[in-house]
């Protein structure tokens, strides 16, 4: 199996940890409402939605 050469990084995410060598933990998948060029997120870079068209 691929292994990276360089020392990777576990973290806790709220319980659940992600990162490691590949196979090491398992996958995890990240949901979210928020999608490229979607009409709600009003600045991309401060992270400022509309909150109420988001609901």
Not at 31 to 49: A, C, L, M, N, P
């Amino acid at each position: 199996m691929f292994k990276f050469e360089k020392e990777q990084k576990i973290f806790d995410v709220a319980g659940v940890k992600v990162g490691g060598q590949p196979g090491q933990l398992p996958t995890v998948m990240i949901g979210s409402i928020f999608y490229h060029k979607h009409k709600i997120v009003k600045d991309e870079r401060t992270g400022e939605f509309d909150k109420e068209g988001a609901e």
